[in-house]
């Protein structure tokens, strides 16, 4: 008898811990262009929290951290334009790390910088005009998914 579990569809977001809200929206401002799709304030032992928008996923910023800063654990972040990001995010304060396009922010998550056009990674047309965005796939990533749909 052949079992069935659930499938892995995509992220709806990723919560970083991070120390005071406005210090980390102050810091990924300096970096990434977002649109806050919101926030409140630390209430009744609930954490601040900041919700930065992507398309149809959002990167939610938790006050507080109180951890060491991270070491191979790591988040990607698919962007328009990787070499700016890494020029940005030194300005802004962060950690360059050895491993191409990687930093830490100032409170030690380890963030990978991926570039969009590279990754199978992809938002559908609605999603991309809505952000304000006109991106296309290297040959090599539409090569991926191609290959991808024919299995």
Not at 56 to 78: E, K, T
Not at 99 to 124: C, M, S
Request: glycine share 10%; net charge negative; charged share 30%.
């Amino acid at each position: 008898m052949a079992t069935t579990k659930p499938c892995l569809v995509g992220l709806n977001h990723v919560a970083l811990e991070v120390g005071d809200i406005e210090d980390a929206l102050r810091f990924y401002g300096a970096v990434f262009s977002f649109e806050l799709r919101g926030r409140h304030d630390a209430t009744d032992g609930l954490p601040a929290m900041a919700f930065l928008d992507m398309g149809d996923q959002f990167l939610a910023l938790i006050g507080g951290r109180d951890q060491p800063r991270d070491g191979d654990r790591h988040l990607g972040l698919v962007v328009d334009d990787r070499a700016y990001v890494m020029e940005l995010a030194e300005k802004a304060g962060a950690t360059i790390l050895d491993h191409p396009f990687n930093f830490r922010d100032p409170w030690g998550n380890h963030l990978e910088i991926v570039a969009y056009r590279d990754v199978q990674f992809t938002k559908v047309e609605e999603i991309l005009r809505g952000m304000g965005l006109d991106l296309r796939k290297s040959e090599e990533a539409l090569k991926e998914l191609r290959d991808k749909l024919r299995r």
